[in-house]
T-cell receptor, first 115, second 112 residues
Framework: DTAVSQTPKYLVTQMGNDKSIKCEQN?????MYWYKQDSKKFLKIMFS???????INETVPNRFSPKSPDKAHLNLHINSLELGDSAVYFC??????????????FGQGTRLTVV | QKEVEQDPGPLSVPEGAIVSLNCTYS??????FMWYRQYSRKGPELLMY????GNKEDGRFTAQVDKSSKYISLFIRDSQPSDSATYLC????????????FGKGTTLSVSS
């Protein structure tokens, strides 16, 4: 059973298009995240949701809009894609309380290439 | 100055060597410190975590945190080719649900 699953795994699209990446976790966690990993492998937080509520919104262009229909899902929609959006996007989840609240489980990543 | 500094390497060692990976940080409010391992084209997976200062050992891996120096380390004993990966240090504040702040990762290659 995959704990945190993202779709699609690979996404190649043209500049200006709108695309979505979906994420689902079956761990029963309350908190979900989107991270962006650039070509130099630097992993940076974009958004965090706790029980469907946005709690972290880093300095990200407003072309990026997360949506959490329920606490097991966190999707990322990107409008008007630009070349600089090419990166690997990771979804992650963690419990929001208890001793294990440090452990974030990551999905396999979505490799987005904008051409 | 970035919040978390990590030498990206690459670091190449022969099988059996002891590997030392390090990160420094600037925010003294960080309370949880982690090491993640990321294989090529995979998501990061948690390797070790420590709360506040001290050491923690798990098999061939030892994590150390020195909050007074704002310095964390990961030691790998008897390194194996399967340890070849990128190692990312990460840390966060104490509040539940806060995001991890990552270092840039160190790429390690262990040759047989």
């Amino acid at each position: 059973d995959t704990a945190v699953s993202q779709t699609p795994k690979y996404l190649v699209t043209q500049m200006g298009n709108d695309k979505s990446i979906k994420c689902e976790q079956n761990l029963g966690h309350d908190t979900m995240y989107w991270y962006k990993q650039d070509s130099k492998k630097f992993l940076k937080i974009m958004f965090s949701y706790n029980n469907k509520e946005l709690i972290i919104n880093e300095t990200v262009p407003n072309r990026f809009s997360p949506k959490s229909p329920d606490k097991a899902h966190l999707n990322l929609h990107i409008n008007s894609l630009e070349l600089g959006d090419s990166a690997v996007y990771f979804c992650a989840s963690s419990p929001s309380s208890g001793m294990l609240n440090t452990e974030a489980f990551f999905g396999q990543g979505t490799r987005l290439t904008v051409v | 100055q970035k919040e978390v500094e990590q030498d990206p390497g690459p670091l190449s060692v022969p099988e059996g060597a002891i590997v030392s990976l390090n990160c420094t940080y600037s925010n003294s409010a960080f309370q949880y410190f982690m090491w993640y391992r990321q294989y090529s084209r995979k998501g990061p997976e948690l390797l070790m975590y420590t709360y506040s200062s001290g050491n923690k050992e798990d098999g061939r891996f030892t994590a150390q945190v020195d909050k007074s120096s704002k310095y964390i380390s990961l030691f790998i004993r008897d390194s194996q080719p399967s340890d070849s990966a990128t190692y990312l240090c990460a840390m966060r504040l104490g509040q539940a649900g806060t995001a991890l702040i990552f270092g840039k990762g160190t790429t390690l290659s262990v040759s047989s």
